[in-house]
């Protein structure tokens, strides 16, 4: 059972990974926010976005109730911050599997150092595999998940059943 759960926190860590980047055609969709209120101040380099907040773009889809940006002064995006009662995620990132949907009280992704951090209620499922605690982080380029729970939220993995190969002394 310890070698099947450590490769379902691999491919759940895989999974939130590649929710990083999604779909090689998502990059080339539009993308699209919308929110009841937005601001940028230039001087800091953070947008922020208020109010039934909606980011599309290809098969990603984020909903929260407030999304804030950080951007260097080349205009690249350094790290993100949704927050909600939860803050929703979904994405194809395999066209030969199910949506990879997260959902917290607040999701982070720091680009600069490749980790992302679901954050209160953490919960990532994808093809009847799910994974909760109170905090998951993932740190892409050391390919390292790291769950935690809390008095009220312990750390819980569920794996979907394998399907049996047929036997092959079985009768038709």
């Known amino acids: 059972m310890l070698p099947r759960a450590i490769k379902y926190l691999t491919v759940l860590g895989l999974c939130i990974a590649s929710a990083a980047f999604g779909l090689p055609t998502d990059r080339d969709q539009p993308l699209q926010v919308a929110a009841d209120n937005a601001h940028f101040?230039?001087?800091?380099?953070?947008?922020t976005y208020r109010g039934a907040v909606v980011i599309r773009q290809g098969t990603l889809e984020l909903r929260s109730d407030e999304l804030v940006i950080n951007v260097d002064k080349q205009g690249n995006v350094t790290k993100t911050s949704a927050r909600g009662k939860p803050a929703r995620y979904q994405q194809q990132v395999d066209p030969k599997k199910g949506l990879v949907s997260a959902e917290a009280t607040r999701i982070d992704y720091d680009l600069k150092n490749e980790v992302i951090t679901l954050n209160g209620q953490a919960r990532l499922r994808q093809d009847g595999?799910?994974?909760?605690?109170?905090?998951?982080?993932?740190?892409i380029a050391r390919q390292q998940v790291d769950a935690k729970g809390d008095a009220s939220n312990r750390v819980q993995l569920v794996l979907p059943p394998q399907p049996r190969a047929p036997r092959k002394d079985a009768r038709p």
Do not use: L
């Open 129 to 139: 595999a799910s994974f909760q605690g109170a905090t998951i982080t993932y740190a």
């Open 41 to 47: 101040d230039e001087k800091t380099g953070i947008a």
